[in-house]
């Protein structure tokens, strides 16, 4: 088992550090759940005890207290060059979409007007394969308009960790240095490291969260998990999807492949 987090450090810290000497302006985007302080924490490992480009949060103002807390708490104690990105009110979304998909876009817009303001041609964001079905198709290196329109049938190869770093210049390339993770990964590593945790992932009162978002969009699952590796116990028996406690998922059939083709992370 250390062996494969072994391998699963080693790679995204090499996706890591290709990306920051290949794309010229790099940003990460923290939502402050588990996955993506594993990438901070891979980052600080890449660099050598810091992280070299801005941390930036989509914020809607709508995220739970804890988290909220956590941000500031670690952003300090990690010396983080922390950004804070106001996304636009969902009556500015496309009226089109389902309300609670309505509700997500917020942020895919907050991330177009980063794009616009800040001029990164990078910004990487902590995905993974098996959140998702429409993830399970993304690239490590995966180019977009400015805008974020991603044309899922038109994308690098990408053979033997040899990946396009190069692209046409009005380009955005998102990076995604733990698409080979999975969620147990996540927590045998974060185990394994002492990654700092928000409260919220543990079980209170039969509950507990097993993906962060807003929220008037997101919910707890049923969960008994106080520690993480109760979590991990729990992983390896349930087949309770973890995206289960988010509500626009639920809301209608092509939601998030409508929002993942319009620039949603």
């Known amino acids: 088992m250390t062996a494969d987090l072994d391998y699963l450090e080693s790679q995204s810290i090499y996706i890591l550090r290709e990306a920051y000497n290949r794309i010229d302006k790099l940003a990460l985007l923290w939502s402050i759940g588990k996955d993506s302080n594993v990438l901070l924490w891979l980052c600080r490992k890449a660099f050598f005890g810091r992280v070299p480009f801005p941390v930036v949060q989509l914020d809607t103002a709508m995220e739970l207290q804890e988290v909220y807390d956590f941000r500031d708490r670690i952003a300090g ?36 007007n980063l794009l616009r303001t800040g001029k990164y041609q990078g910004i990487m964001v902590g995905i993974r394969r098996d959140e998702q079905a429409t993830r399970a198709k993304e690239r490590v290196f995966s180019p977009r308009s400015l805008e974020g329109d991603w044309d899922v049938k038109d994308q690098p190869a990408e053979f033997w960790d040899h990946y396009k770093t190069r692209f046409d210049e009005g380009t955005h390339v998102r990076i995604h240095p733990l698409l080979h993770w999975t969620e147990l990964d996540i927590w045998r590593y974060s185990k394994r490291e002492g990654i700092p945790i928000v409260p919220l992932y543990f079980a209170k009162d039969g509950k507990r969260y097993r993906s962060l978002g807003e929220k008037n969009i997101t919910f707890p699952v049923d969960s008994t998990a106080g520690t993480i590796d109760e979590i991990i116990a729990e992983l390896v028996v349930t087949r309770i999807p973890e995206r289960a406690g988010r509500a626009m998922d639920n809301e209608a059939e092509d939601s998030f492949e409508r929002l993942r083709s319009s620039g949603y992370m």
Do not use: I, S
């Not at 996304?87 to 998909?101: I, V």
């Open 77 to 112: 104690e990690w010396d983080l060059d922390l950004r804070v990105e106001q996304c636009p009110p969902e009556a500015d979304m496309d009226q089109t979409l389902p309300p609670l998909t309505r509700a997500a876009a917020r942020k895919t817009e907050g991330l177009k």
